[in-house]
């Protein structure tokens, strides 16, 4: 079965807004009895430092999923599944987000980063999962008319995500700040399209 | 009155966008003083079973929704009331996912195991009354050159659902974990489309 | 300023999904300590019951929502506010929805029951203005081809709704249950399209 | 990379439609045991006030939105960023919703209240970016046969807002009342569309 992607694109948007419009939730509101209502909210810096990763972090993945749909033209049902799997990564951010925000600073940061990285490690497979299988010859998912070359520079690209995020990942041991600053670092890499200068002189 | 279907997919996907990202609110967030931080996650896995079978769920449900309106190409306010119906049922899914979080591995899992069960049993249900009011010849709803042993494999897939769910539902009684791996195996079932090949068999 | 409708209707769809989802989010999931599951689950008849009703009534207004704008072609400034309008009081439905569910069947259940009603007292008027509104001859609005004598029942059955909902307000003070059967019977008379016939007789 | 905006406003069709109805979440539902309902219910107006403010702050934000992209027919990674950055303000809105819900009428409302409005001041520097980057002749985003009347209209009246807002965000340390009233008024302006004749007297 092929269809058109509109819906799958209509779907995976509400994912995307709802879970980058979610992370607020978790901001604790300071009560009147709690303390200087100031000091309160500049307490609470853990928790605007994971809201603005994290929101950065899905608005980019969206980007790349919008960047991957101006090439995909046709969907099947391995599509649809891969596509959900992303999702599954991308609804489930905010929970880690809540955890660092609740410990970063605090004894168990160390944890609270290592979930927050590892979602990030599978979410970076899951980006790479369905788009090669989006890409693959066989499938004529893509556009007849797609650029080759467009296409073979997101696959470089992407192709790094998992490795950088392992890095990410076991970063965390060693430094909680520094994953984080390597995970925002990422975040602009994959915000930006895969350049063809770039690319060339690899 | 007949309307085009495009903006009941596109409530319709609003709806299932929501009640899948909203299934990672009912996580709880193991605050900085109730102990090891690791072992806090670890305790909470019931949580992330019930997220992970109800994400699974709706998605598939999704799937299914997104399989029927390639078919359904008119609306009238029958298929707009039924339709109704079976997002009632959707929209509901995160309280008995809640529920059953909370409860697996306790003392009173099986009431939870019913309410789940349950709830699944009742939209399959939801599922065949829209699909039967669409295809129904008199109603014209389908495509006009819609392929009419497409309609025919999902009308009898689907009519095992109902039946397949209430079985689910009885072993609730007998064994939990049973009963979730069975609900586990009719998502997978309703997942793929109804092969031409399978139905043929029987 | 003209404008074509489809993203008021898209920006529409998703206020709509949205408030129709959040309201399981208010009824409470009881926890492992609080008595037998079953017996617990029972006894939050209230909240199912509201959960419910403002399904049916949000679910219908959509239905008029969607109806309204097969006929409505054309956006200005105007439309968009009273539109707005319409959708503070579909936000707003969670709010007396839980107050509801709270205490329905406590001693307070009739400010409860005033408070829900008359938010639906103040849907109704919007739902009025919004049409007059765009159904005005000199805007031009409506499709170019729209069909008078249907524009004209919409007109017709819109006109009850204040007063209907205003005795519905007036018989909280009386008797809860009465009104809330009230209400429902309201639902049912906004969710079928205005009939000619019902019309012609009177 | 230039694709249609089709895409751009769903996704921010969304964000707006979820962080508008999340709104009603922040106010708190008087339990049965707390005291009289409706003296309870009546206790929480600032939660009531603040809820309308934003509501509307947030409806206008989405006309001024879907005003701006009956301009923009283009769209590149320039916008997609700068769209971003003005949904990120979008779904903070809440947070300083209902730190003033909480804090109006008590001892620390000038912080609440210079929160709130701060966050208004980002807003319209953001909305400023987004157009300014838009309307730039070199880009040629906008439609080609726009009205540069109606550009040009649009750029004077943004202009004000940073100005303006950053008046109601002094005005916090005089009056909260005072701020407040200043940030209805600004909503009003920025609900209009620009009109020649205003523009043109200046």
Not at 18 to 41: D, V
Request: proline share 4%; net charge positive; hydrophobic share 55%.
């Amino acid at each position: 079965m092929t269809t058109e992607t509109a819906r799958v694109e209509a779907f995976s948007d509400g994912v995307f807004a709802i879970a980058i419009t979610l992370l607020i939730l978790e901001i604790k509101i300071p009560g009147p009895g709690s303390g200087i209502l100031s000091a309160q909210l500049l307490k609470q810096w853990p928790s605007y430092v994971s809201f603005l990763i994290s929101f950065s972090f899905i608005g980019i993945m969206w980007i790349n999923h919008h960047r991957l749909f101006t090439h995909i033209k046709r969907s099947d049902n391995g599509l649809l599944f891969l596509n959900l799997l992303l999702l599954l990564g991308v609804t489930a951010v905010p929970f880690p987000t809540a955890v660092l925000a609740v410990h970063l600073g605090q004894g168990d940061e160390r944890a609270a980063a290592l979930l927050y990285n590892g979602t990030y490690f599978f979410i970076a497979i899951f980006f790479n999962l369905l788009w090669r299988y989006a890409a693959a010859d066989k499938r004529k998912l893509l556009a007849a008319d797609v650029d080759r070359n467009a296409v073979h520079r997101i696959t470089r690209q992407y192709a790094f995500g998992p490795l950088f995020y392992l890095i990410c990942l076991g970063l965390s041991w060693v430094s909680v700040p520094a994953s984080l600053a390597v995970n925002v670092a990422l975040a602009c890499f994959f915000a930006l399209p895969p350049h063809a200068d770039l690319m060339r002189r690899r």
